[in-house]
């Protein structure tokens, strides 16, 4: 039986001063006292599809199709925080997309496209960067005051120059990415 890899295909966020600006939010965010796990600053992407587990034969597959891309790279901007599935039940907390959603928008579709062969997204695709998952509900009242005052913040600019498919290994500790196929944008 063949080996089964955990994977998604997503957009990295690597920028230091973009990092920079998230780390201190985070570091508010902890200060509400809620109970949260924030993202690590070397695991910040933006999914564009979660594959679940797939067979090597597929991700290899994939990476093949992803070569065919030929989107042009482009600048999106982050801004804005919010929360799913809102922000006064809030589960994830996350960073919002300005300009370049739109072409986003159009990679995560053709992605999903290539990939619909082995994963299926229910959901539309909704930019976003996750930076904190809400573990419990200590601390909600201040978490959605918090939400609330930062809704407008902007954390920078962020050049959409590769997309990679990416394997997830899950530890005690948090999940362990590594980089399957780096496909770089024209």
């Known amino acids: 039986m063949s080996e089964r890899i955990r994977s ?9 001063d973009v990092v920079n600006a998230v780390e201190a939010l985070q570091r508010e965010l902890l200060a509400t006292g809620a109970d949260l796990k924030p993202v690590e600053p070397y695991n910040l992407h933006l ?12 991700l290899d597959e994939l990476a093949r199709r992803l070569e065919g891309l030929t989107h042009r790279r482009f600048v999106i901007e982050l801004r804005g925080v919010g929360a799913f599935p809102n922000p006064s039940s809030p589960r994830v907390i996350w960073i919002d997309v300005g300009k370049g959603r739109d072409e986003l928008i159009k990679l995560a579709q053709d992605v999903r496209a290539l990939a619909r062969d082995f994963a299926q997204e229910e959901e539309e695709f909704t930019p976003h ?24 913040d902007r954390f ?31």
């Open 129 to 152: 960067l996750t930076i904190a998952r809400v573990k419990g509900p200590r601390n909600r009242d201040k978490l959605t005051s918090f939400l609330e005052a930062h809704r407008s």
């Open 8 to 16: 998604f295909v997503a957009v990295d966020i690597t920028a230091r």
């Open 47 to 58: 999914t564009l599809i979660f594959l679940g587990e797939q067979p090597k034969r597929n």
């Open 156 to 186: 920078g600019e962020v050049e959409v120059a590769e997309v990679k498919l990416k394997k997830s290994t899950l530890t005690p500790r948090g999940p362990i990415y590594s980089d399957l196929y780096i496909k770089k944008l024209a």
